[in-house]
């Protein structure tokens, strides 16, 4: 695959990506259907921005970060990553690339080998990609790292089972900057941490950002932890992406109606407000035998003939703010 | 200004953490082992057995194929403490350096079968699908041989010594291992830890042997000192068939099959009890500290 220069600044650019799962069954484990985990996305990432993911358990979100870091292999679209595409690239240039696309995880008791410590958690890239030499080389970048990220210098020695939550979720951070990497994918890297946590985790993303430049794609299900740190705000329902725009468009004016009913349910902190709460009717299909046309028409309140049959278009709506839906 | 941040939070969260001293998981599992009595014991018999047959020449300082005809079938006396046997060989002596090969043979075969089941079942686990149904089918094949025709048979064509056995032991032993890792390894790679490691770019070479084996280390340690029993009592049941290793050459196995005669039996008891007994010892202390150590290295227990 050529290797295409995209003028702008984009960091990050995701074409009509597609992943399935297959669904195996039968006596021979044939394949009999497929999971549509994610279902035509597109959209792009700016160099230092964050942009948000939003939407329900199940629609995707996870599985679109994981393929554009190739942990998942995609079932079809491109992605390019500073102009270049990644599944087009060789197995040891991609290895390289590791280094500048890093992943953060949602729960910080599997996403850590008990076994290691903390210096050999996070500095064992460091001696794969010959960053740096083993013993007090690796550990002296490691504790700069961890000091970073809110840990003592002494920390390093430690296991996993020493720490508590938030704790840990801070050494899966630092395990993400110690190769110094361009572009982090956070996924739901709060949801597992209670409320007081969470806003100094958030916080020490948004500080490490404006540190060290880092881009990020936020992935998570809650609304007010996304409106804060995200510059443009993603939604996806049912594995595709139905609206995207600048975080403050987006609250004040969602133009899709699955955005307008997700926006009805944040909870307001005011008890004499009464707001209009839209309930969506009926539950999420099944991603294995998604509805036709608009993946939404089954639970959408103002569905038209129209949205049974044709999908719609992912088209810009107002500048800078995309939507997928046949009214606007 | 991240830095007093941190110095807060420490504050803040740091209960689990305050402790002085590093505790890896290894102390943690010899702390608990330590609390378990039986596995206790059976560490302190086993650690004797193989101290009598590392200086097995120092014990009664009698040489040990020395035959003397004038002192056969003595009872246990203050110069023979078990007496002697059909030879006039003193028995306590030929107890202790059979140790020597019994003991060798289950540490090794043991190790052989874990070398061969680890790498196998990593394999397997690692790479799944066809990998993993070639090399689970072999094991299958291997677990469905019979143990002692085969044995028997490969003894007889390679004749009878302790290398032998070691390799008819590992080679009939290795699918047990091979199924556990496997096992352990397929719920092991679907952690999120195992795909960091792919984001970090480790290979995967690396990711089997420094990830994913290190984890799997509590069930192969039980397995393994389980294992070692077992392949005591089978060489012994090989030595006791005549098909182990030969003598002068004692083990606890053929030092029973010296004796097995009726009379031998009923009138002699000192040149088979003492072997039986050293067996059961050494088989049930493996077996006590195997159990302990399960105990203590189950991670769902938090002391």
New interface residues.
């Given amino acids: 695959m050529a290797e295409k220069l995209i003028e702008t600044n984009d960091l990050l650019e995701v074409k009509n990506l597609k992943k399935y799962f297959p669904i195996k069954g039968g006596f021979l484990k044939k394949t009999i259907g497929h999971v549509k985990a994610v279902e035509d996305v597109s959209f792009t990432i700016k160099k230092g921005e964050t942009l948000g993911i939003v939407g329900e358990s199940g629609c995707g979100k996870s599985t679109t970060g994981?393929t554009l870091?190739r942990?998942l292999e995609k079932t079809d679209g491109e992605v390019y990553y500073d102009g270049r595409e990644i599944y087009g690239l060789p197995k040891d240039e991609?290895?390289?690339l590791?280094?500048k696309?890093?992943?953060v995880?949602?729960?910080p008791y599997?996403?850590?080998?008990?076994?290691?410590?903390v210096s050999q958690i996070c500095g064992?890239?460091l001696v794969?990609?010959g960053l740096a030499k083993k013993g007090k080389e690796v550990n002296e970048i490691v504790s700069d790292v961890i000091?970073?990220?809110?840990?003592?210098p002494y920390?390093i020695?430690?296991?996993p089972?020493?720490?508590?939550g938030?704790?840990r979720q801070r050494i899966?951070i630092a395990?993400?900057l110690a190769?110094n990497p361009e572009f982090i994918v956070c996924d739901e890297p709060v949801s597992a941490l209670d409320v007081s946590?969470q806003s100094?985790v958030i916080?020490?993303l948004m500080?490490?950002q404006e540190?060290m430049g880092l881009t990020y794609l936020f992935i998570s299900h809650d609304l007010s932890v996304v409106k804060h740190i995200s510059d443009r705000i993603g939604v996806m329902y049912l594995g595709s992406l139905v609206e995207l725009a600048p975080k403050d468009d987006l609250y004040a004016e969602p133009l899709h109606p699955y955005t307008q009913a997700l926006l009805s349910a944040i909870p307001i902190a005011d008890p004499t407000y009464k707001k209009k709460r839209i309930i969506l009717k009926g539950d999420i299909p099944s991603p294995a035998n998604p509805p036709l046309g608009c993946r939404f028409h089954t639970r959408c309140p103002y569905a038209m003939d129209k949205c049974k049959t044709e999908v719609p278009e992912f088209k810009e709506a107002k500048p800078g703010h995309f939507v997928a839906c046949h009214l606007v | 200004m991240i830095k007093e941040k941190g110095q807060i939070n420490e504050n803040q969260e740091e209960n689990l953490a305050t402790s002085s001293k590093v505790e890896s998981p290894w102390t943690i599992v010899g702390r608990r082992l330590r609390k378990n009595k039986l596995a206790m014991i059976g560490l302190v018999v086993i650690t004797i057995l193989s101290l009598a047959a590392i200086f097995a020449p120092f014990i009664t300082g009698i040489p040990r194929d020395i035959t003397n005809l004038a002192n056969t079938n003595a009872p246990p006396s203050s110069e023979h403490l078990l007496g002697t046997d059909s030879l006039g060989r003193d028995m306590l002596t030929r107890l202790a350096y059979g140790g020597r090969i019994s003991l060798t043979v289950g540490f090794v075969s043991t190790s052989l079968r874990i070398l061969i089941g680890v790498i196998l079942g990593g394999i397997a686990g690692y790479y799944g699908k066809g990998i993993d149904n070639v090399i689970m089918r072999i094991a299958d094949i291997f677990s469905c041989l019979p143990f002692l025709p085969i044995a028997i048979t490969f003894v007889a064509v390679l004749g009878p010594s302790i290398y032998n056995i070691m390799i008819v032991l590992a080679i009939l032993g290795w699918p047990g291992i091979a199924r556990i890792v496997r096992a352990e390894i397929l719920s092991l790679r679907e952690r999120e830890f195992m795909e960091a490691a792919t984001a970090l770019g480790i290979g995967d070479f690396k990711k089997i042997v420094s990830h994913l084996i290190p984890n799997t280390m509590a069930s192969i340690i039980v397995s393994a000192t389980t294992g070692i029993a077992s392949a005591i009592l089978t060489e012994s049941a090989l030595s006791f068939l005549g098909l182990g290793v030969a003598p002068p050459t004692p083990t606890w196995g053929n030092m029973m099959y010296d004796a097995q005669s009726q009379y031998v039996l009923k009138n002699r008891w000192w040149q088979w009890v003492p072997p039986g007994i050293i067996i059961f010892l050494a088989v049930i202390s493996l077996n006590l500290l195997g159990d302990g150590l399960r105990d203590a290295l189950d991670p769902r227990l938090k002391q």
């Fill in positions: 994981r870091l942990l991609m290895i390289k590791r280094t696309m890093q992943i995880f949602q729960d599997s996403s850590l080998n008990p076994r290691k410590t064992e890239a794969e990609h000091q970073k990220c809110g840990l003592a920390h020695r430690r296991y089972h020493e720490f508590s938030g704790q899966g395990r993400a190769l946590i100094q916080n020490l500080d490490l540190e």
